[in-house]
């Protein structure tokens, strides 16, 4: 076995016991990266140099016996769409290539105070908008169990990285679900924090009131490791909010005796897989064994979720999208007649076409003579959605659904179809309506070997109690413990 | 045959608000595409939300303010480091007059 093989809270260990160093971590890392990912190809820059700096100063504190601080030596790969000083951010769009942003995220700057060590930027559907990473501009990143399929999205360079140990560790963002599909379709732990938890300074916004960043880990213990070092308040962010921020690793370990959870029977739908809703109910008898109480719950609303995201999320987005018209950063047109025309061939050019398809819809929704019926309109079914958990969450702890209808599909199935791929997000676009937090872990494999994820949610600021679910769950279940093979695929004469 | 809800002359003006620009087969795509979508969009309407307050912000918090002081901001050669269409600490761009 190798080093980059180990969970985050295993290397930490090691390290200060002194029985390996940061640096030889560091190596094993790369040297995977340089192995797997022309196959995976889930990075979009490394930073080498300076990562094996800091894993050099990091021994250095160790030598001299220093405190270490709470993720010394710790190998982060951060989601293209957040900002890093010095080093180029794209959010997987042809309009920022080349932008390298002066400041870093809050998120940024809490990772390395806390000795983390951000080894580079991984790929991403282009704006976060999708679900599989076929929207990058760059390629997309294959899924480590089957490299013929996706690894979801759009975390699903973050999330196939942690798959494949290039990284212990990575951040992800989460605005209808973009965090907890790709980590349910490549069998990692990946949690969306309650709407203000986490600061978005810095974080490149596609729906401000949807967008959150949160970890995607290979257990639950690196997830609430993380989460304690990122989450918190930040005046540089007004939508964050001011509570303090709990010891998620300690209330993990406590049990879950007596906890009340709801299966809302809305998530059991025709076109779930047989094979996701078996592992589903294999999973919730471990649940009840280990002493929790399981009750069939409703959320009425459920089936008006995807048309209220897609009519908020495309609004706010065209509105943020706004500000790249390759005036100050980023790409610009070569050709234009004028200003007007260099705004108009900027964007077309710069952009894809499902951030294109998204901007014109929200603009559409927002525009005079229809912003009542359509964008309005869903803001009120929003309140509904959020009133239905609401109700929930006063008689159960948490709810438990699956995260993703099916295991990982193969690439190009559904591109052609926007609405098809819209309906991979079904189960995770009303959390991010609500604004409560919720976690994806895997909870078993299909016959052909393709991870399952299960998804406990929780209310609003109950981090607490989903982690502590899913560790006990994590920590009793029968699942196998495996590592993807990241085999290349032998095209039987295929087109490429 | 769903009946069209956004015809190509809208999508052209929805373009023009958005500052985008599409040739002939996009502005095909985009209008068939775009029409689906919305046809979804109609499920919306089966609901009664005549007394439902809309919600914009999902926690209820009030708003915050942060005093108003005057910190270190970015040195002004950052700020227009990442653009090649720069001169005398200005941004270029094509006349507007």
């Known amino acids: 076995m190798t080093l980059n093989q180990l969970t985050a809270h295993e290397a930490i260990n090691l390290i200060k016991k002194k029985r390996i160093t940061a640096y030889e971590i560091m190596q094993d890392i790369f040297n995977q990266i340089d192995k797997v990912d022309n196959l995976i190809k889930a990075f979009l820059v490394i930073n080498r140099e300076e990562a094996l700096i800091q894993a050099k100063e990091i021994d250095k504190k160790v030598k001299n016996g220093e405190k270490l601080p709470p993720l010394a030596g710790v190998a982060v790969a951060i989601k293209d769409i957040i900002a890093t000083r010095g080093t180029e951010t794209t959010c997987g769009s042809k309009i920022l290539k080349g932008f390298i942003p002066p400041y870093n995220a809050t998120v940024i700057n809490r990772l390395r105070e806390a000795g983390a060590i951000i080894i580079g930027k991984t790929n991403m559907d282009e704006f976060a908008m999708g679900s599989s990473t076929e929207n990058s501009a760059f390629g997309p990143t294959y899924n480590p169990w089957d490299l013929e399929r996706v690894p979801g999205g759009s975390s699903g360079g973050s999330t196939a990285a942690v798959a494949a140990d290039e990284t212990f560790v990575a951040l992800g963002t989460d605005t209808g679900g973009s965090i907890r599909q790709p980590a349910s379709l490549c069998g990692m732990v990946g949690l969306k924090p309650t709407y203000g938890r986490v600061s978005r300074y810095g974080l490149v916004a596609y729906a401000s009131s949807l967008d959150q960043i949160g970890p995607i880990t290979k257990d639950v213990t690196d997830c609430a490791l993380v989460m304690k070092v990122i989450s918190g308040h930040d005046n540089m962010d007004s939508t964050s909010v001011n509570l303090e921020v709990p010891d998620y690793l300690k209330s993990c370990q406590e049990g879950i005796k007596d906890l009340k959870i709801g299966v809302p029977k809305e998530y059991f739908i025709e076109g779930i897989d047989p094979e996701v809703k078996g592992a589903l109910d294999k ?37 943020n999208l706004a500000r790249y018209d390759g005036v100050q950063y980023g790409y610009r047109a070569e050709e234009y007649e004028d200003l007007s025309s260099m705004y108009q061939k900027t964007r077309s050019e710069g952009f894809g076409s499902e951030v294109k398809r998204r901007i014109m819809l929200g603009t559409y929704a927002l525009s005079s003579g229809y912003y009542d019926a359509y964008y309005l309109k869903a803001q009120k079914v929003r309140t509904l959605i959020k009133e239905d958990f609401d109700k929930v969450f006063s008689k159960y702890d948490i709810l ?36 409560i937090p919720a976690i994806s872990i895997n909870c078993g494999y299909s016959k052909s070997n393709l991870p399952i994820g299960l998804q406990i949610i929780g209310k609003h600021f109950s981090e607490e109690t989903i982690l502590r679910a899913a560790f006990n769950f994590e920590q009793n279940n029968s699942v196998e413990k495996k590592k993807p093979s990241i085999k290349p695929v032998k095209h039987k004469g295929a087109k490429k | 045959m769903t009946e069209k809800i956004i015809t190509k002359k809208e999508v052209e003006y929805v373009a023009k608000l958005a500052k985008l620009e599409f040739n002939e087969r996009e502005k095909e795509e985009f209008t068939s595409q775009l029409n689906s979508i919305l046809d979804y969009f109609k499920k919306l309407n089966k609901l009664d939300t005549e007394r439902v307050e809309p919600t914009a912000y999902v926690i209820s918090m009030p708003n915050l303010l942060n005093e108003d002081e005057v910190k270190p901001s970015l040195p002004q050669e950052e700020v227009l480091s990442n653009s090649k269409y720069v001169k005398k600490g200005y941004f270029k761009v094509p006349k507007i007059m």
């Open chain 1, 400 to 435: 438990i659904t699956p995260t993703s209808p099916t295991p990982a599909f193969k690439l190009n199935e559904k591109v052609s179809d926007p609405l098809t791929m819209y309906l991979s997000d079904i189960f995770t676009i009303p959390i991010n309506l609500a604004g």
């Open chain 1, 283 to 319: 999973a919730l008898k471990i649940f009840e064994k280990l002493g929790a109480k399981i009750e069939e719950a409703s959320l009425p609303h459920t089936e008006y979720s995807l048309p209220t995201y897609y009519l908020i999320a495309t609004a706010e987005a065209s509105s």
